[in-house]
Nanobody, 113 residues
């Protein structure tokens, strides 16, 4: 089981950038696929990016392809989400997790002009 704490959110203008961090604990972190999720107001939580245990493979939903980059550091036990060219529709609370349903507090991203 992996426990996580998300950070790095904030308020940015459209076209701006943010880098989210997910600090993990647990001895199994390096063997886990990690994902970033988001939940916008009035919408269901959705996965936005996935990274394999070694970091060799990544996948993204179409809405963020070319703009977001997921990465990880298995020594530091951290997962990152670099978000560039942010759009209004990226506004959401962002979470990370290993698919077990154990979530951190999330970090709020607001994109507004």
């Amino acid at each position: 089981q992996v426990q996580v704490v998300e950070s790095g959110g904030g308020l940015v203008q459209p076209g701006g950038s943010l880098r989210l961090s997910c600090a993990a604990s647990g001895i199994t972190f390096s063997s886990r696929v990690m994902s970033w999720y988001r939940q916008a107001a009035g919408k269901a939580r959705e996965v936005v990016a996935v990274i394999s245990s070694t970091g060799s493979t990544t996948n993204y939903i179409d809405a963020v392809k070319g703009r977001f980059t997921i990465s990880r550091d298995n020594v530091e036990k951290k997962t990152y989400l670099q978000m560039n060219n942010l759009k209004f529709e990226d506004t959401a609370v962002y979470f990370c997790g290993d698919g077990s349903g154990s979530w951190g507090q999330g970090t709020q991203v607001i994109v507004s002009s």
